[in-house]
């Protein structure tokens, strides 16, 4: 199934409650609401989508386990974003000090932020187009660092605040190493793994 996305009119409009209440509803599937009021559903991943939200999801985890800097969010987490969109990113991280000034009930629910770093992987059913865009939009909502990664095409595409976008264009039999800078200290991401599932 593809991605559906409905216009939800702003006379009819969804509060942050109602919008919860829709998801919890709909566990089934990710559903996501940008600023402009479109409501997005999205439908589960394949097999090979899966294994690579895994791989990137552990090698996060493993870094942040040794180094204890923040908090990892796999795919079905939803952040609300300063523009009041609604997103799921595949991966996240969010420093520990801004997770800890949430309030027990905003972390219970879709955190109020926009994380530090986010990771978008395109899978089947995804438009590069809107993946671009919900990529732009983390970083114009306070995303430090984040990686869209294309295994169809194959290409990387690293968002960076004030900064064109840079992209790396490889073989997927010799895939790039990616570095988390300053944001993520000392995590690199060797692609070779996430690229052969």
Same mark, same amino acid.
């Not at 090979?48 to 895994?54: F, L, Q, T, V």
């Given at each position: 199934?593809?991605?559906?996305?409905?216009? @939800? +009119?702003? /006379? #009819?409009?969804?509060?942050?409650? *109602?919008?919860?209440?829709?998801?919890?509803?709909? %566990?089934?599937?990710?559903? %996501?609401?940008?600023?402009?009021?479109?409501?997005?559903?999205?439908?589960?991943?394949?097999?090979?989508? &899966?294994?690579?939200?895994?791989?990137?999801?552990?090698?996060? /985890?493993?870094?942040?386990?040794?180094?204890?800097?923040g908090? @990892?969010?796999?795919?079905?987490?939803?952040?609300?974003?300063?523009?009041?969109?609604?997103?799921?990113?595949? #991966?996240?991280?969010?420093?520990?000090?801004?997770?800890?000034?949430?309030?027990?009930?905003?972390?219970?629910?879709?955190?109020?932020?926009?994380?530090?770093?986010?990771?978008?992987?395109?899978? %089947?059913?995804?438009?590069?187009?809107?993946?671009?865009?919900?990529?732009?939009e983390?970083?114009?909502?306070?995303?430090r660092?984040g990686?869209?990664?294309?295994? *169809?095409?194959?290409? @990387?595409?690293?968002?960076?605040?004030? @900064?064109? #976008?840079? *992209?790396?264009?490889?073989?997927?039999?010799?895939? +790039?190493?990616?570095?988390?800078?300053?944001?993520?200290? &000392?995590?690199?991401?060797d692609?070779? #793994?996430?690229?052969? +599932?």
């Open positions: 199934m593809d991605t559906l996305t409905l216009n @939800v +009119p702003p /006379t #009819v409009g969804l509060t942050d409650e *109602q919008f919860y209440q829709l998801c919890v509803a709909n %566990e089934q599937w990710c559903l %996501e609401l940008t600023a402009d009021g479109e409501l997005i559903i999205m439908p589960p991943t394949g097999g090979e989508s &899966g294994i690579r939200n895994a791989d990137l999801t552990t090698n996060l /985890t493993l870094w942040n386990r040794q180094t204890r800097l908090k @990892v969010f796999d795919s079905s987490t939803e952040f609300r974003l300063p523009n009041n969109a609604k997103r799921c990113p595949d #991966v996240s991280w969010v420093i520990l000090q801004r997770w800890e000034a949430l309030s027990p009930e905003q972390r219970r629910r879709f955190p109020p932020l926009c994380p530090d770093f986010v990771i978008e992987l395109r899978s %089947e059913s995804d438009s590069l187009k809107d993946l671009r865009a919900k990529m732009l983390y970083r114009d909502n306070g995303a660092l990686w869209l990664i294309d295994p *169809q095409t194959p290409l @990387v595409e690293i968002y960076r605040p004030t @900064v064109d #976008v840079e *992209q790396i264009n490889f073989s997927i039999d010799e895939p +790039p190493t990616l570095s988390g800078e300053d944001v993520l200290p &000392g995590f690199v991401l692609l070779t #793994v996430i690229l052969n +599932p």
